[in-house]
């Protein structure tokens, strides 16, 4: 338990304010080292991917959150490695990830790297958001263009497209 003195710190009370906000925030938060291992992640980051900080501190990003592939093929561990290289190029990006579970979801991700006084990379601070459900929206949106236009392509019927205010 803490001792009174440090509850009235305002060093001590300003980090448990920052702590409370950046655990409460409905974004992930996660910092990551230039091994690419989790330094830590936030409480709705946890809820999010389904791992405690137990599970995650400590544990490579990828083949955890990151897939070394997504189910487009795209290859993530070489994106993570340039990221780790060339942080200034990912400044923002999207990219598929896992959860504890298995299930694949897309989060685009902002990625500020700090660095020492020497100029080395010391960490990564990502913050991101779950873009599932408007990749899910963007991709049906295309199927269905797609049926579409192979429908009207196939019709062996002329078809017209008017302008409704061109018949006034």
């Known amino acids: 338990m803490k001792d009174e003195a440090s509850l009235t710190d305002p060093l001590t009370l300003t980090e448990a304010r920052h702590r409370r906000l950046v655990d409460n925030i409905s974004s992930i938060v996660l910092r990551w080292g230039p091994e690419g291992r989790v330094k830590f992640l936030?409480?709705?980051?946890?809820?999010?991917?389904?791992?405690?900080?137990?599970?995650?501190?400590?544990?490579?990003?990828?083949?955890?959150?990151?897939?070394?592939?997504?189910?487009s093929g795209r290859d993530l561990t070489r994106m993570i490695h340039d990221l780790l290289k060339h942080p200034e190029r990912y400044a923002t990006n999207e990219n598929e990830n896992m959860r504890a579970n298995g299930e694949r979801?897309?989060?685009?991700?902002?990625?500020?790297?700090?660095?020492?006084?020497?100029?080395?990379?010391v960490e990564i601070l990502s913050t991101g958001i779950d873009t599932t459900e408007r990749r899910r929206a963007e991709e049906a949106l295309r199927e269905s263009e797609r049926r579409y236009r192979v429908l009207f392509q196939s019709t062996p019927v002329a078809l017209l497209e008017r302008d409704a205010s061109a018949l006034k």
Do not use: C, H, K, M
């Open 42 to 71: 936030n409480e709705y980051g946890q809820r999010f991917f389904g791992y405690s900080a137990d599970e995650i501190v400590g544990r490579s990003v990828l083949g955890l959150i990151v897939p070394e592939t997504e189910s």
């Open 105 to 121: 979801v897309w989060v685009t991700w902002t990625n500020r790297p700090i660095f020492d006084e020497d100029g080395n990379l």
